[in-house]
């Protein structure tokens, strides 16, 4: 089944918005497979975020991810990592839709409370990268069958 990483970043810890970024990923019928809280250091952000470490916003986002801890967690789903790219919504929340987690709760691009992985195999890799093996649990989610078809459920 598909994986993908959350990371509610220091705005959502400070801001208190834990709850309501675990109850939108819950309400969509998702299955919460590992949360831990984790202060993140400078060697485990160049590596989240290699992509952008040469661009200018890269300093200010490493500062901003370091300045407290976070809350990690791992989800699974059905093309669960579209899924949630979509509840996020966009980057600059100022142009995610209403009803998204950015578009209802955030206002500044560096500050827009969560990272979602964005593929299937960045999904695997991150889960893998913040998760130990005995963080992350395998269960029968009895309300599956409500949520998903079978074809769905594998
Ligand atoms: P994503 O989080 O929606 O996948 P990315 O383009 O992968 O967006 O950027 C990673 C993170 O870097 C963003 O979530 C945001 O916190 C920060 N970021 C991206 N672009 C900018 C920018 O132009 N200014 C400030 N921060 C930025
Ligand atoms: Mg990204």
Redesign the pocket.
């Known amino acids: 089944m598909e994986k993908t990483l959350i990371i509610a970043?220091p705005d959502a810890v400070q801001r208190g918005l834990i709850g309501e970024i675990v109850k939108r990923l819950e309400n969509k019928g998702l299955k919460l497979i590992g949360i831990k809280m984790a202060s993140l250091d400078e060697a485990m952000l160049r590596n989240h975020?290699a992509?952008?470490v040469d661009?200018d916003?890269y300093t200010?986002?490493e500062n901003f991810m370091k300045s407290s801890p976070v809350v990690l967690m791992a989800w699974e789903g059905y093309e669960c990592v579209d899924a949630v790219r979509t509840l996020?919504g966009?980057?600059n929340p100022r142009q995610a839709v209403p009803g998204s987690i950015r578009g209802d709760l955030a206002a500044g691009?560096?500050r827009?409370l969560?990272?979602?992985s964005?593929s299937k195999k960045s999904g695997e890799a991150e889960v893998a990268s913040f998760f130990k093996d005995d963080e992350l649990f395998e269960y029968d989610k009895s309300e599956y069958i409500h949520v998903y078809e079978e074809n769905e459920r594998g």
């Open positions: 970043k975020y992509e952008h661009k916003f200010g986002l996020v966009a980057t691009t560096g827009n969560i990272h979602a964005d």
